[in-house]
Nanobody, 120 residues
Framework: QVQLVESGGGLVQAGGSLTLSCVASGSIFGINAMRWYRQAPGNERELVAAIISGGPTNYVDSVKGRFTISRDNAKNTVYLQMNSLKPEDTAVYYC??????????????WGQGTQVIVSS
């Protein structure tokens, strides 16, 4: 079984910073992409940032220059450093990993989400 567990969410004032972490554990035989999504009330889930195993990253325009995604392959962990936070960043943030599991199939796995609230 594979589990993704996020941490690091919380309440922060506008202009502040938070770092989210997500650890993938279980029967994992390889991880390709790791991503952060977010979903605000009444909105669809959107891709915030992604990092591929070789290192390329991409970001949604609204967070470019403020958020940084990184990963530690040895620890199966992905991070999201969030700076200059804005109230519109308030959402539940979800970790996603596209990985090779014990069934030797590549598939997406999701974490349970961590709440980020940015007060104005």
């Amino acid at each position: 079984q594979v589990q993704l567990v996020e941490s690091g969410g919380g309440l922060v004032q506008a202009g502040g910073s938070l770092t989210l972490s997500c650890v993938a554990s279980g029967s994992i035989f390889g991880i390709n992409a790791m991503r952060w999504y977010r979903q605000a009330p009444g909105n669809e889930r959107e891709l915030v940032a992604a990092i591929i195993s070789g290192g390329p990253t991409n970001y949604v325009d609204s967070v470019k220059g403020r958020f940084t995604i990184s990963r530690d392959n040895a620890k199966n962990t992905v991070y999201l450093q969030m700076n200059s936070l804005k109230p519109e960043d308030t959402a539940v943030y979800y970790c996603n990993a596209y990985l090779l599991d014990a069934n030797r199939r590549w598939r997406d796995y999701w974490g349970q989400g961590t709440q980020v609230i940015v007060s104005s």
